[in-house]
C-alpha cells in the first residue's frame, strides 16, 4: 500500500514540476512514506530524519532549500511528537490527505513553519487524484482502503481509519486505462480488500468478475483479504475465473483458539481450516501464504506449537511471520503476560525455518510443471527476461526482448536460490 501511495504521490507533484530524483542530495523536496505497524518501522523514521537533516542544512549552507515531509501512519499517528523531535520537518501529512501535498508545499514554502495535516477529511483522497500512469506491465490498484476489524494487536484501525470502498466505476475505468497502457496484471489493493463492497451488493467477486472482462487484463490479483470476508461469490471467482491468480495471501495470525480469541480476530482455527478446504477443492492448485505473529501476550509454548501446526496442516508456501512488537494505545499493549524478547527470538526462528522448508519444497515440486509467466523486465544476464509466474515467484528464461510485456507458457526446469528457471514449453 505504501508503494502505491507512494506513486500517487509522485503523480499530484508532477504537474508542480516534481519529479524523481535519485539521491537525497539532488532533491528540493524528501518525502519520507512511513509504516507504523511495528516499533522497528516507526523508530527507522527517526534515524532516517537525522540523516537527512544532515543533507538538509548543507543544502541550506549551500543555498538550496530542501522541503523535508513525513507522510504515511507514523505521521498519522506521532505527527505533533515528529514536529517536536524533528522541528526541522517542513510538511507532516497522513495517508488520508496527501492529495492535498501541492496546498501543503505551497505553504511550506511562503510560511516557513510546518504544516500538519493528519485529518480524516470527508472528500475520498481518490476523487482528487489525477490517473495513476501505467508503468510496466503489473501494477497496483486501490480499492479498499482502511480497517473496522480492530485485531487487539494492530494499529491500522486508528492510522488509516474506517473502512471505504471506492465506486465499482472508478474502479473499471482505472483498470481500462491501465490496460491501455500495457498493463497486463492488476493487484487489488486494500487493507480489508475482501471486506470491499459497491453499490446494489456488489463484493469483491463480482467486481473480480466484472475486472476480467477488461480488454487487455490477464491478470488478477488481491490482496490483504481477511478470512471473515471471504465469501461464496469470492469463492466462486477462484473457481471460474482463470485470470484470478490460484495464489492467495490470507493471514491467520496464530494457530491456537485462546490467542485467535485475545487477538480479536472474530474466526478461529477450525473456520479458517474449512475456508482453506472450500477453496482448494473449487481451485486445486491454489497456493495460500499468510501471516503470523509469534509472541502474542500470553502465548505459551502450547499455543505456539499450534501454529507450527497448522503451517504444516495448510502448506503454506509462503508467509510473512513478526514478533509481537507492542504498539501505543491498541488493547494488546496492555495485556497481562507480555512474552520475553529471547523466546519471541526463539520462535520467530522456527517458524522461519519451517517456512523456508515448506517454500523450498513447492520450489521444487514446480520443477517439470508447465507456467504461465508474465515477462516483465530484462533479466541479469543478455538474452534472458525475468517473469513472474502465478505463485510470485521470479522466472528466467532465455527470450526474445519483445516478449516483455507478455504473458507465455514456461516450463520450469530448475529451482535457483532466488527464483526458477525456465524454457519455452
Ligand atoms: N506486531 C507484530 N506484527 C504485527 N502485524 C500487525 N500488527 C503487528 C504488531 N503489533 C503484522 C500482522 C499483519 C501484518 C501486516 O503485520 O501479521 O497481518
Ligand atoms: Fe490490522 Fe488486518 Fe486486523 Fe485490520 S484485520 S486490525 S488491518 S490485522
Known sequence: MNVYDSARMADVLAPLGYGPADHAEEADMVILNTCHIREKAAEKVFSELG?????KTARAEAGQRMILAVAGCVAQAEGE???????????????????RLPEMVAQAARAGGAVLDTEFPAEPKFDFLP????????AFLSVQEGCDKFCTFC???????AEYSRPATAILAEAAKLAQGGVREITL??????????????????????????PGVERLRYTTSHPRDMDDELIRAHAELPQLMPFLHLPVQSGSDRILAAMNRGHDRD???????????VCPDLALSSDFIVGFPGESDADFEASMDLIRQVGFVQTYSFKYSPRPGTPAAAMDQQVPEPVKDERLAQVQALLMEQTTRFNHSCVGREMRVLLDRPGRHAGQLLGRSPYMQPVHVKAAAHLIGTVVNLRITKVHPNSLEAIPA
Open 51 to 55: 540523516r537527512l537533516r544532515k543533507i
Open 81 to 99: 511528537e515528529i514536529l517536536r523531535r524533528a522541528p526541522f520537518v517542513d510538511i507532516v501529512l497522513g495517508p488520508q490527505t496527501y492529495h
Open 131 to 138: 490517473e495513476p500512469l501505467a508503468q510496466g506491465s503489473s
Open 155 to 161: 494499529v491500522v484501525p486508528y492510522t488509516r481509519g
Open 189 to 214: 489493493l486494500g487493507q480489508n480488500v475482501n471486506g470491499w463492497h459497491g453499490d446494489e451488493g456488489w463484493g469483491l467477486g463480482r467486481l473480480i468478475r466484472a475486472l476480467a472482462e477488461v
Open 271 to 281: 473456520t479458517y481450516l474449512r475456508l482453506v478446504d472450500r477453496l482448494k477443492s
